[in-house]
């Protein structure tokens, strides 16, 4: 069974950086596109960016271009997740996710999803 677990989220102030870790077992991990979304009190969830399994290719909402960044480590079943110059807009639970044997889009449609680390920017 596929486990996702997310971690260093926390508190920053607007303009800072933190940087997301997902950490997935189960398997079909280097197989898989992975990626990041994020849900608001009283918002949908939302895309953040997603990497294909070869780190070929990358995609990211257009609230977060430019200031976030994906990336993954095939070797040790990872992600990762930069984000920098941090607004109180970007705050929200993140969650990571895998989309077995897909291609990575803003679209794809994810099989596993971790329980969320919650990001709270504030000035």
């Known amino acids: 069974q596929v486990q996702l677990v997310e971690s260093g989220g926390g508190s920053v102030q607007v303009g800072g950086s933190l940087r997301l870790s997902c950490t997935a077992s189960?398997?079909?991990?280097?197989?898989?596109?992975m990626g990041w979304f994020r849900q608001a009190p009283g918002k949908e969830r939302e895309f953040v960016a997603a990497?294909?399994?070869?780190?070929?290719?990358?995609y990211y909402g257009d609230s977060v271009k430019g200031r976030f960044t994906i990336s993954r480590d095939n070797a040790k079943n990872m992600v990762y997740l930069q984000m920098n110059s941090l607004k109180s807009g970007d705050t929200a639970v993140y969650y990571c996710?895998?989309?077995?044997?897909?291609?990575?889009?803003?679209?794809?449609?994810?099989?596993?999803w971790g329980q969320g680390t919650q990001v709270t920017v504030s000035s």
């Open positions: 990497i294909s399994p070869g780190d070929i290719s990358k």
């Open positions: 189960g398997g079909a991990f280097s197989f898989s596109a």
């Open positions: 996710a895998q989309a077995v044997g897909q291609r990575a889009s803003m679209s794809m449609r994810c099989d596993y």
